[in-house]
T-cell receptor, first 112, second 113 residues
Framework: GEDVEQSLFLSVREGDSSVINCTYT??????LYWYKQEPGAGLQLLTY?????DMKQDQRLTVLLNKKDKHLSLRIADTQTGDSAIYFC????????????FGSGTRLLVRP | DSGVTQTPKHLITATGQRVTLRCSPR?????VYWYQQSLDQGLQFLIQ???????AKGNILERFSAQQFPDLHSELNLSSLELGDSALYFC????????????FGEGSRLTVL
Protein backbone atom coordinates (compact mmCIF):
# COMPACT_ATOMS: atom_id res chain seq x y z
CA GLY A 1 0.00 0.00 0.00
CA GLU A 2 0.94 3.63 -0.20
CA ASP A 3 1.42 5.22 3.18
CA VAL A 4 4.07 7.56 4.50
CA GLU A 5 3.92 8.46 8.18
CA GLN A 6 5.63 11.17 10.15
CA SER A 7 5.28 12.59 13.60
CA LEU A 8 3.46 15.91 13.53
CA PHE A 9 5.64 18.13 15.65
CA LEU A 10 9.20 18.54 16.91
CA SER A 11 10.62 21.29 19.07
CA VAL A 12 14.36 21.76 19.59
CA ARG A 13 16.64 24.41 21.01
CA GLU A 14 18.81 26.45 18.66
CA GLY A 15 22.19 24.80 18.22
CA ASP A 16 20.93 21.31 19.00
CA SER A 17 20.47 18.56 16.44
CA SER A 18 17.02 17.78 15.08
CA VAL A 19 15.99 14.32 13.97
CA ILE A 20 12.84 13.97 11.93
CA ASN A 21 11.58 10.46 11.33
CA CYS A 22 9.49 8.88 8.61
CA THR A 23 8.19 5.41 7.85
CA TYR A 24 6.98 4.21 4.51
CA THR A 25 5.28 1.04 3.43
CA UNK A 26 5.83 0.42 -0.24
CA UNK A 27 8.77 -1.83 -1.07
CA UNK A 28 8.81 -0.63 -4.67
CA UNK A 29 10.16 2.76 -3.61
CA UNK A 30 13.51 3.57 -5.11
CA UNK A 31 14.04 7.20 -4.19
CA LEU A 32 13.08 8.83 -0.93
CA TYR A 33 12.97 12.57 -0.54
CA TRP A 34 12.90 15.28 2.05
CA TYR A 35 11.12 18.52 1.21
CA LYS A 36 10.93 21.69 3.30
CA GLN A 37 7.99 24.09 3.41
CA GLU A 38 8.57 27.48 4.95
CA PRO A 39 5.59 29.60 6.02
CA GLY A 40 3.66 30.95 3.06
CA ALA A 41 5.79 29.13 0.53
CA GLY A 42 5.73 26.04 -1.60
CA LEU A 43 7.73 22.90 -0.95
CA GLN A 44 11.41 22.91 -1.71
CA LEU A 45 13.50 19.80 -2.25
CA LEU A 46 16.17 19.48 0.43
CA THR A 47 17.79 16.17 -0.30
CA TYR A 48 17.09 12.63 -1.46
CA UNK A 49 18.50 9.15 -1.07
CA UNK A 50 18.48 6.17 -3.36
CA UNK A 51 17.18 2.98 -1.82
CA UNK A 52 20.49 1.12 -2.17
CA UNK A 53 22.17 3.66 0.10
CA ASP A 54 22.23 3.67 3.90
CA MET A 55 23.30 7.22 4.45
CA LYS A 56 23.75 10.49 2.65
CA GLN A 57 25.32 13.63 4.05
CA ASP A 58 24.91 17.11 2.63
CA GLN A 59 26.42 19.86 4.78
CA ARG A 60 24.25 20.04 7.93
CA LEU A 61 21.83 17.43 6.66
CA THR A 62 22.23 13.69 7.16
CA VAL A 63 19.75 11.20 5.76
CA LEU A 64 19.66 7.69 7.18
CA LEU A 65 17.76 4.87 5.51
CA ASN A 66 16.89 1.54 7.10
CA LYS A 67 15.35 -0.32 4.21
CA LYS A 68 14.57 -3.42 6.26
CA ASP A 69 12.40 -1.41 8.64
CA LYS A 70 11.31 1.05 5.93
CA HIS A 71 12.49 3.89 8.13
CA LEU A 72 13.95 7.16 6.94
CA SER A 73 15.32 9.97 9.07
CA LEU A 74 16.60 13.47 8.49
CA ARG A 75 19.13 14.87 10.93
CA ILE A 76 19.80 18.60 10.94
CA ALA A 77 22.98 19.49 12.77
CA ASP A 78 23.33 22.82 14.60
CA THR A 79 19.68 23.65 14.07
CA GLN A 80 19.00 27.34 13.45
CA THR A 81 15.82 29.40 13.80
CA GLY A 82 15.71 29.59 10.01
CA ASP A 83 15.23 25.82 9.96
CA SER A 84 11.77 26.25 11.49
CA ALA A 85 9.44 24.87 8.84
CA ILE A 86 7.40 21.84 7.92
CA TYR A 87 9.45 18.91 6.66
CA PHE A 88 7.87 16.37 4.32
CA CYS A 89 9.12 12.90 3.65
CA UNK A 90 8.15 11.47 0.25
CA UNK A 91 8.57 8.16 -1.50
CA UNK A 92 8.69 7.70 -5.23
CA UNK A 93 6.83 4.59 -6.25
CA UNK A 94 8.41 2.60 -9.05
CA UNK A 95 5.37 0.42 -9.60
CA UNK A 96 3.12 1.24 -12.54
CA UNK A 97 1.88 4.42 -10.90
CA UNK A 98 5.21 6.30 -10.69
CA UNK A 99 3.72 8.57 -8.08
CA UNK A 100 5.39 10.67 -5.43
CA UNK A 101 3.64 10.07 -2.12
CA PHE A 102 4.09 12.60 0.65
CA GLY A 103 3.85 12.15 4.38
CA SER A 104 1.75 14.50 6.46
CA GLY A 105 4.73 16.65 7.36
CA THR A 106 6.59 17.34 10.62
CA ARG A 107 6.47 20.88 11.93
CA LEU A 108 9.88 21.79 13.35
CA LEU A 109 10.02 24.64 15.83
CA VAL A 110 13.44 25.92 16.78
CA ARG A 111 13.51 27.79 20.09
CA PRO A 112 16.13 30.49 20.61
CA ASP B 1 12.25 31.25 -6.58
CA SER B 2 11.37 27.85 -8.03
CA GLY B 3 10.42 29.18 -11.46
CA VAL B 4 6.87 27.84 -11.13
CA THR B 5 4.20 30.54 -11.22
CA GLN B 6 0.71 30.14 -9.87
CA THR B 7 -2.21 32.53 -10.10
CA PRO B 8 -4.18 33.70 -8.28
CA LYS B 9 -2.38 33.62 -4.93
CA HIS B 10 -5.62 34.01 -3.01
CA LEU B 11 -9.21 33.40 -4.01
CA ILE B 12 -12.40 33.73 -2.00
CA THR B 13 -15.63 32.42 -3.44
CA ALA B 14 -18.98 31.00 -2.45
CA THR B 15 -20.28 27.46 -2.36
CA GLY B 16 -21.57 26.21 -5.68
CA GLN B 17 -19.25 28.42 -7.68
CA ARG B 18 -16.52 27.45 -10.14
CA VAL B 19 -12.92 28.65 -10.17
CA THR B 20 -9.87 28.15 -12.36
CA LEU B 21 -6.35 28.01 -11.00
CA ARG B 22 -3.47 28.60 -13.36
CA CYS B 23 0.07 27.30 -13.37
CA SER B 24 3.10 28.07 -15.50
CA PRO B 25 5.80 25.43 -15.08
CA ARG B 26 9.51 26.04 -14.83
CA UNK B 27 11.06 26.78 -18.20
CA UNK B 28 11.82 23.51 -19.98
CA UNK B 29 9.76 21.31 -17.66
CA UNK B 30 7.24 19.10 -19.43
CA UNK B 31 5.42 17.65 -16.43
CA VAL B 32 2.91 19.49 -14.28
CA TYR B 33 1.44 18.17 -11.05
CA TRP B 34 -1.41 19.44 -8.93
CA TYR B 35 -1.55 18.88 -5.17
CA GLN B 36 -4.11 19.89 -2.57
CA GLN B 37 -2.93 20.78 0.93
CA SER B 38 -5.46 20.98 3.71
CA LEU B 39 -5.07 20.83 7.47
CA ASP B 40 -6.85 17.52 7.91
CA GLN B 41 -5.74 15.73 4.73
CA GLY B 42 -2.14 16.80 4.38
CA LEU B 43 -0.67 17.00 0.90
CA GLN B 44 -2.80 15.06 -1.56
CA PHE B 45 -1.79 14.33 -5.13
CA LEU B 46 -4.53 15.26 -7.57
CA ILE B 47 -3.28 14.79 -11.11
CA GLN B 48 -0.23 14.92 -13.36
CA UNK B 49 0.19 15.95 -16.99
CA UNK B 50 3.16 15.33 -19.19
CA UNK B 51 3.57 17.23 -22.44
CA UNK B 52 -0.16 17.78 -22.73
CA UNK B 53 -1.29 14.28 -21.84
CA UNK B 54 -2.72 13.06 -18.56
CA UNK B 55 -0.02 10.90 -16.95
CA ALA B 56 -1.30 9.94 -13.52
CA LYS B 57 -4.39 10.47 -11.46
CA GLY B 58 -4.68 10.67 -7.70
CA ASN B 59 -7.47 11.61 -5.36
CA ILE B 60 -9.12 14.07 -7.70
CA LEU B 61 -12.85 14.58 -7.33
CA GLU B 62 -15.13 14.36 -10.34
CA ARG B 63 -16.03 18.03 -9.76
CA PHE B 64 -12.40 18.89 -10.48
CA SER B 65 -10.71 18.77 -13.85
CA ALA B 66 -7.41 19.86 -15.27
CA GLN B 67 -5.62 20.23 -18.54
CA GLN B 68 -2.22 21.11 -19.89
CA PHE B 69 -2.06 23.35 -22.92
CA PRO B 70 0.39 23.27 -25.87
CA ASP B 71 2.47 26.00 -24.25
CA LEU B 72 2.69 23.64 -21.22
CA HIS B 73 0.84 25.84 -18.79
CA SER B 74 -1.87 24.07 -16.86
CA GLU B 75 -5.23 24.93 -15.39
CA LEU B 76 -7.11 23.25 -12.57
CA ASN B 77 -10.86 23.76 -12.69
CA LEU B 78 -12.87 23.34 -9.51
CA SER B 79 -16.65 23.38 -9.82
CA SER B 80 -19.69 23.09 -7.56
CA LEU B 81 -17.43 24.22 -4.77
CA GLU B 82 -18.04 23.03 -1.23
CA LEU B 83 -16.73 24.36 2.07
CA GLY B 84 -14.41 21.38 2.29
CA ASP B 85 -12.65 22.41 -0.89
CA SER B 86 -11.02 25.28 0.97
CA ALA B 87 -7.30 24.50 0.81
CA LEU B 88 -3.97 25.46 -0.61
CA TYR B 89 -3.55 24.16 -4.15
CA PHE B 90 -0.01 23.63 -5.31
CA CYS B 91 1.31 23.19 -8.78
CA UNK B 92 4.67 21.56 -9.30
CA UNK B 93 6.71 20.80 -12.38
CA UNK B 94 9.51 18.50 -13.41
CA UNK B 95 11.45 17.81 -16.56
CA UNK B 96 10.57 14.14 -16.83
CA UNK B 97 7.30 12.25 -16.60
CA UNK B 98 8.64 10.01 -13.84
CA UNK B 99 10.39 12.09 -11.25
CA UNK B 100 10.59 12.70 -7.56
CA UNK B 101 12.37 16.02 -7.85
CA UNK B 102 9.56 18.48 -8.19
CA UNK B 103 9.65 22.26 -8.23
CA PHE B 104 6.70 23.76 -6.44
CA GLY B 105 4.91 27.04 -6.93
CA GLU B 106 3.85 29.13 -3.96
CA GLY B 107 0.30 27.87 -4.14
CA SER B 108 -3.17 29.28 -4.61
CA ARG B 109 -5.14 29.61 -1.39
CA LEU B 110 -8.83 28.95 -2.01
CA THR B 111 -11.40 29.91 0.57
CA VAL B 112 -14.98 28.78 0.01
CA LEU B 113 -17.56 30.59 2.12
Amino acid sequence: GEDVEQSLFLSVREGDSSVINCTYTDSSSTYLYWYKQEPGAGLQLLTYIFSNMDMKQDQRLTVLLNKKDKHLSLRIADTQTGDSAIYFCAEFLMDSSYKLIFGSGTRLLVRP
Amino acid sequence: DSGVTQTPKHLITATGQRVTLRCSPRSGDLSVYWYQQSLDQGLQFLIQYYNGEERAKGNILERFSAQQFPDLHSELNLSSLELGDSALYFCASSLYSQAGELFFGEGSRLTVL
